[in-house]
């Protein structure tokens, strides 16, 4: 089970593609709504467009879980020593390790690009508390990884993605919503992922309601990839 963990470190901090989706696309779309659109402030949309990435970055774990279902892969690891779980917490690790680099980037190109500037403390706690946001994601990733096979599989989650993190204020923020969206946005995970770092810009600590709230969609998005898991297991 070792020699495989490495092995999806290595793959996943090794793949450029995981940079420019999950870095790349996050600092034009803030580099867009600062600089010439002017919708949103430096730091807050900073914070948001590098939980976006984040987020894609966990989700998509489960991407790498469908198309290894159906390129055989899963049923070559089957008869190796590597456990049914070992192949699961691979991929949870080498993923959510993936997303750091992704979350680094955005970050600098708020301070270096934006002229964000912050205190020593808080840009140190940034990264920690993104990371731990999107667990969730990471979760529903191996739900949807385990539903769907191929391309569809990845279909599915763009189209997630997109409605999560626009449902969540990541894009624009939930004032701006109707006033019939708010209470729902702001239990949605993404949402929450992204107050960790929001209240973080004022100094203050995780809200206790941000903290159940994603142990709750992440308690949800497991028990859905347990049963997704078993269900396909016997396919």
């Given at each position: 089970?070792?020699?495989?963990?490495?092995?999806?470190?290595?793959?996943?901090?090794?793949?450029?593609?995981?940079?420019?989706?999950?870095?790349?696309?996050?600092?034009?779309?803030?580099?867009?709504?600062?600089?010439?659109?002017?919708?949103?402030?430096?730091?807050?949309?900073?914070?948001?467009?590098?939980?976006?990435?984040?987020?894609?970055?966990?989700?998509?774990?489960?991407?790498?879980?469908?198309?290894?279902?159906?390129?055989?892969?899963?049923?070559?690891?089957?008869?190796?020593?590597?456990?049914?779980?070992?192949?699961?917490?691979?991929?949870l690790v080498?993923?959510?390790?993936?997303?750091?680099?992704?979350?680094?980037?955005?970050?600098?190109?708020?301070?270096?690009?934006?002229?964000?500037?912050?205190?020593?403390?808080?840009?140190?706690?940034?990264?920690?508390?993104?990371?731990?946001?999107?667990?969730?994601?990471?979760?529903?990733?191996?739900?949807?990884?385990?539903?769907?096979?191929?391309?569809?599989?990845?279909?599915?989650?763009?189209?997630?993605?997109?409605?999560?993190?626009?449902?969540?204020?990541?894009?624009?923020?939930?004032?701006?919503?109707?006033?019939?969206?708010?209470?729902?946005?702001?239990?949605?995970p993404a949402?929450?992922?992204?107050?960790?770092?929001?209240?973080?810009?004022?100094?203050?600590?995780?809200?206790?309601?941000?903290?159940?709230?994603?142990?709750?969609?992440?308690?949800?998005?497991?028990?859905?990839?347990?049963?997704?898991?078993?269900?396909?297991?016997?396919?």
């Amino acid at each position: 089970m070792r020699s495989f963990l490495r092995f999806e470190v290595r793959r996943a901090m090794s793949n450029p593609v995981n940079l420019v989706f999950l870095a790349g696309f996050p600092v034009l779309l803030y580099l867009l709504w600062t600089k010439v659109l002017d919708l949103a402030s430096g730091p807050v949309s900073m914070v948001s467009m590098a939980t976006y990435g984040a987020m894609g970055g966990a989700l998509f774990i489960g991407g790498a879980i469908a198309l290894e279902r159906s390129s055989g892969w899963l049923r070559q690891l089957a008869v190796t020593p590597l456990p049914a779980h070992g192949y699961i917490v691979g991929k949870l690790v080498g993923g959510m390790l993936a997303v750091l680099p992704s979350v680094v980037i955005v970050l600098a190109a708020g301070a270096l690009l934006g002229g964000v500037r912050l205190p020593a403390g808080t840009w140190l706690a940034l990264p920690l508390l993104i990371w731990a946001g999107v667990i969730p994601f990471a979760a529903l990733g191996v739900a949807f990884g385990y539903s769907l096979k191929g391309q569809s599989a990845n279909i599915a989650m763009m189209v997630a993605y997109f409605l999560l993190a626009v449902l969540g204020g990541l894009w624009l923020p939930v004032s701006r919503m109707p006033e019939g969206l708010r209470t729902p946005a702001e239990y949605s995970p993404a949402y929450q992922a992204g107050s960790l770092g929001w209240r973080a810009l004022d100094g203050l600590a995780p809200t206790g309601t941000s903290v159940l709230v994603l142990a709750g969609w992440t308690a949800l998005f497991v028990l859905l990839g347990v049963w997704r898991y078993r269900s396909a297991a016997w396919r």
